[in-house]
């Protein structure tokens, strides 16, 4: 609902708004990046896997330099660093969780890697303009976006957002209790790879809006202040993705508005205003719980009803 | 930033004798190996118990942290050093304290440490626009230059480096007890909590140093890798803790040594590569040994 008050305040307000091509095509392709970007940041953060989220936002780095290196589009290496990576570090955990150490080592490493293609990159003939293709990758470039670029976007967003939607109901499962899951017959592990590559695929997504470095906050921030809002799973899946896509058109339409902040200034700044906002509104909302756990205590039968900590 | 090398066009011989008093005639590559030297030493062994503890995404995210820190130091004219060390000790408290007043799950936690993260990644994004969109600069921030680094910050960077390990001997013990079962250690009435902080700080301080060095986004290779390494190679905690520093000044200074001698691939690519080569050594052994039943894993 926050989404629609933004976007009609922004269209009657200011009409000239979306008189821009560039302003058109950052709505095209922002709205649904931020989308899929709330619902799969709420399963990454109650799994407690937004370290991965991070390692994975590090490799689109380098697969997008890697390709602009190499002389290819800069999306096929984002796609194809941050899929195979994903796999990797699905593969390599138990239960499709990676330790830490072995995540963090493995991305310093693929980041190493990102940093060598970005001399090589820079050091052509046109250094500077390449130099800024560094930096547009790392920070985001959503206003440079072509119409085709923001349509494929967009198109791929919601492949994904339908993706994770649909298998929604046994990753929560698998995600609130494994052990159970997996007796129950839920595929576990092949779920836990799935979502590192849907965690990659949308890693790649978003480095094309907020850039490789800021794409963890559109991940985590609305996540975490809709898990703070409400208990009920699905509810907090939406609200995530509301509270997301309304960062997105605030913070556009704000740097909009004031030129000299860049548009991945906006949507951060908003989104982590947002998650702020929801410590001042429930402050010691679960402080009964003494334990930090991953998973709850109880086993849960239907994934739907039972959900006790989030 | 290659520059100051490119004219020279320095050349790697077989006398390994020779190519280090080459490489030392020069006084910035002498003020790089100290730097390096004090850098990894400080890093081996706050990042030894960063490994220890899990807590690879707070050292991370202290880690970028200095980025902003230092653009906004440039921005308002002070020297890029002070914002190092503000926002990295700023950030540190900040996660230590955030997940305190509300859940004391591991989720929540790891979301407020990406939003500190991403967010303040965004401000010194915004810093470096609002300076004058200087990208030479920010690339420079965030990969690192070892060419510049003057007398004077080397004696600023034993300083920091001194205090901090002073702090961290203080609290070893406190320390290794909390991180390896904590509640017994609460039960006991080690100050959990204050200690957790207190790490949290000097990893942020070990973060800012090394960071003048490598550049925001890799100071986590001097981290995570050589402790990582060590604590693959033995269990032992004080063997581990030496072998880290000693991985952690060898991959500096052969980094160091690699970048200078080609001048066309920066640092932060040897750094992280020789890092990781030697990570994928000690996991290979590991398997090995562990393969013939001699060693076992006791760390947690």
Known sequence: MTTT???????????????????????????????????????????????????????????????LAAGIDARLGLFTATVAV?????LLGNRGRADDVVIGTIFVWVLGLGVLALSVYGSGARATANGAAGVNILFGSIFGLSRPQAATAALIAVILLLITVSSARPLLFASLDERVAAARGVPVRALGVGFLVIVGATAAEATQAVGALLLLGLLSAP????????????????????????????????????PKVPPSFGILAVASGLYALTFLATPRRHRDRSHPTDLPPEPADEPGVVSPRT | MRASTGDLEPRLTWNIVADIHQVLEFPFMVNAFRAGFIVA?????????MVLRRQSFAGHTLAVVGFPGAAGAVLIGVSATW????????????????????????????????TIQAF?????????????????????????????????????????????????????????????????????????????IVFLILLGCAAAEVSQITGSLLVFALLVIPAATAQELTPRPGVSAILTVVIGVAVTWGSLFAAYYSSSYPIGFFLTTFAFAAYLAANGWQRLTRRTGAGARALP
């Open chain 1, 5 to 67: 008050l933004a976007t009609s305040a922004a269209g009657t307000g200011l009409g000239d708004l979306l008189g821009h091509d560039f302003m058109r095509h950052a709505f095209i392709a922002g709205v649904p990046i931020a989308v899929l970007a709330g619902a799969v940041g709420y399963f990454m953060v109650l799994r407690s896997q937004v370290f991965s989220g991070d390692a994975l936002s590090h490799v689109a780095f380098t697969g997008a330099l890697g390709a």
């Open chain 1, 86 to 90: 994903a796999v990797i570090l699905g």
């Open chain 1, 223 to 258: 996540a975490g202040a809709a898990q703070r809002l409400t208990d009920r799973p699905y509810l907090a899946m939406a609200l995530s993705s509301c509270l997301a896509a309304a960062s997105m058109v605030i913070g556009l339409t704000a740097s909009y508005l004031l």
């Open chain 2, 41 to 49: 030493v400080l890093s081996g062994l706050v990042g030894w118990f």
């Open chain 2, 83 to 114: 914002g190092l060390f503000a926002f990295a000790l700023a950030a540190g408290v900040l996660i230590g304290l955030v997940p305190a007043s509300g859940t004391r799950g591991y989720s929540e936690e790891s979301a407020v440490t990406g």
């Open chain 2, 120 to 196: 303040a990644l965004a401000c010194g994004f915004l810093f470096v626009n609002l300076y004058g969109g200087s990208l030479n600069g920010a690339t420079a921030l965030l990969f690192g230059s070892f060419l510049g680094i003057t007398a004077d910050q080397v004696t600023v960077l034993a300083v920091v480096a001194v205090c901090a390990l002073g702090v961290l001997a203080a609290i070893w013990r406190p320390l290794y007890f909390a991180t390896l079962d904590a509640d017994v250690a609460r039960a006991r009435g080690v100050p959990v909590r204050a200690l957790s």
